[in-house]
Nanobody
Framework: QVQLVESGGGLVQAGGSLRLSCAASTRTFSRFCMGWFRQAPGKEREFVAA????????DYGDSVKGRFTISRDNAKNTVYLQMNSLKSEDTAVYYCAAAASSFVRKEYEYDYWGQGTQVTVSS
């Protein structure tokens, strides 16, 4: 069992930045592809970003490309999401997820999920 705990959410003005962190409780963190998803009120959960086990591969949803950066520190069992140039439409609950696969982006391919952290962008 892998527990994921997100942190770093909050209220920010449009154009600002936030960095989310997700700490994993597992000694095999480097064996998991890590991803970030988000869900806005009344909308389906949406893929945001994914990073491969070693960190060399990254993938982003179209709505965040060029603004968000995913990274990981396998020594700290932590994955990050740096969010820049935030827009009001980025407002959502952001979820961290772990997949026992090499590199995936579909929600159903992820095995473990965090509880989520709220990000609110005021315009």
């Amino acid at each position: 069992q892998v527990q994921l705990v997100e942190s770093g959410g909050g209220l920010v003005q449009a154009g600002g930045s936030l960095r989310l962190s997700c700490a994993a409780s597992t000694r095999t963190f480097s064996r998991f592809c890590m991803g970030w998803f988000r869900q806005a009120p009344g909308k389906e959960r949406e893929f945001v970003a994914a990073i491969s086990r070693g960190g060399a591969g990254t993938d982003y949803g179209d709505s965040v490309k060029g603004r968000f950066t995913i990274s990981r520190d396998n020594a700290k069992n932590t994955v990050y999401l740096q969010m820049n140039s935030l827009k009001s439409e980025d407002t959502a609950v952001y979820y961290c997820a772990a997949a026992a696969s090499s590199f995936v982006r579909k929600e159903y391919e992820y095995d473990y999920w965090g509880q989520g952290t709220q990000v609110t962008v005021s315009s």
